[in-house]
């Protein structure tokens, strides 16, 4: 089986529901037709959805692997490898109608790049829909999930960020929660290692 079968197969064995929580907030506010760039895109399962409504996908991930993954699928129009932490992305100002990013902006620290060329990149009124890691501002902002969590000998850091740093920081990017739901992940295949997460539907406020 493939790194990115079993990617799949791993997303739908933990009860991973990022893709379908995404698409149910954000389905009213797109149409046939649009395009979405899907940051991030690794497999192509957030998008896919959208695909399915007759949008058009394009993608960015920093793994050529991954990528590989959504190209085989062949909904994905453009394909780019690019690491989200360093801005400019390949896209023109104003030039996209909605934005996605599910299940990525856990393993980043600082969203301000992300966010910044979301809000760049959107024309007025589009959509920026994402999930981050769920916390209350008095909890901590990351946590190591060790073997016991992963299953591999790899360890890895989760960021969680609280409602009021996330909103604020869309705020400074011209960008405007519209909807919002907590739910849960999972990081084994029991569903015992939860974690919490948020989704967020943002949209671009009219430029003057
Ligand atoms: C958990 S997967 C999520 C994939 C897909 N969006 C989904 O919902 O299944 C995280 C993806 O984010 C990508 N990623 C993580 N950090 C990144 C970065 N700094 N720049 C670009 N891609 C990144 C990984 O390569 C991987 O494909």
Redesign the pocket.
């Known amino acids: 089986m493939s790194y990115t079968d079993y990617y799949d197969e791993q997303?739908e064995v933990t009860g991973?529901l990022?893709?379908e929580v995404v698409f149910g907030l954000a389905y009213k506010y797109v149409r046939p037709g649009d395009t979405l760039l899907?940051l991030?895109?690794?497999?192509g399962?957030?998008s896919l959805p959208f695909h399915m409504a007759g949008l058009r996908v394009l993608g960015?991930?920093?793994?050529e692997v991954?990528l590989e993954g959504t190209r085989l699928k062949g909904f994905a129009e453009d394909l780019q490898q690019?690491?989200?932490?360093s801005p400019p992305y390949p896209y023109a100002d104003g030039s996209l109608d909605h934005v996605i990013c599910?299940?990525?902006l856990n393993?980043?620290k600082d969203h301000t790049p992300v966010f910044h060329e979301a809000g760049r990149m959107l024309c007025d009124g589009g959509l920026f829909a994402f999930t981050v890691g769920d916390r209350n501002a008095d909890e901590p902002d990351e946590l190591t999930a060790g073997r016991e969590h992963t299953g591999t000998d790899e360890s890895v850091t989760i960021y969680m960020h609280s409602p009021e740093q996330v909103r604020r920081l869309l705020a400074d990017h011209a960008l405007t929660v519209a909807r919002e739901l907590e739910f849960v992940t999972y990081m084994d295949d029991e569903r015992t290692k939860r974690l919490r997460a948020r989704a967020y539907v943002a949209l671009r406020d009219p430029r003057s």
Do not use: N, R
Not at 60 to 63: G, L, T, V, W
Not at 82 to 85: A, N, S
């Open positions: 997303a991973w990022g893709p899907d991030g895109i690794g497999t399962l957030g960015m991930d920093a793994s991954m690019h690491d989200l932490t599910v299940g990525v393993f980043i």
